[in-house]
């Protein structure tokens, strides 16, 4: 495959992988009225360490999924439910940033460094010099690799 092939197939799953994940990390809509189980499976539990608000089984937490439950049943918005829970239980609560850009940025980092890895790699490719070959064995050679790039790079 020739090098600006491999270069444009790169570029386009490059750019389809970063569609995904902004996609996948986009987040709730602020605006929108959640169940209260998303609200408890994306919130972390301020009574169990490690655990969401809908897996944990101490007491506090059962009071506290009543109380979001109460919210989405008034109508509350995904953001106004998370602003509620910050206030009084700390940013920790949400499970993850608030801001898509916090989530997105490792993400993109990481897309960044593979592309420069790539970049850099492709630049490096050695070059093997035939020492003590004849011009009609150096030909032959030069032949047969011509062959097999045509074969191969299709």
Known sequence: MSRSKTTAITAMVLVALAAIIYVLFQGDDADAVPTASQVEERSMSPFCPGLTIAECPHGQSIALRREIADKVQKGWTNAEIDDWLVANYGESI???PRDPLTRIAPVVLLIAGLGAVLAIGRGRAPTVEPAGLTA????TIEADLADFREDYSE
């Open 94 to 96: 949400l499970g993850s």
């Open 136 to 139: 009609g064995e150096q030909q």
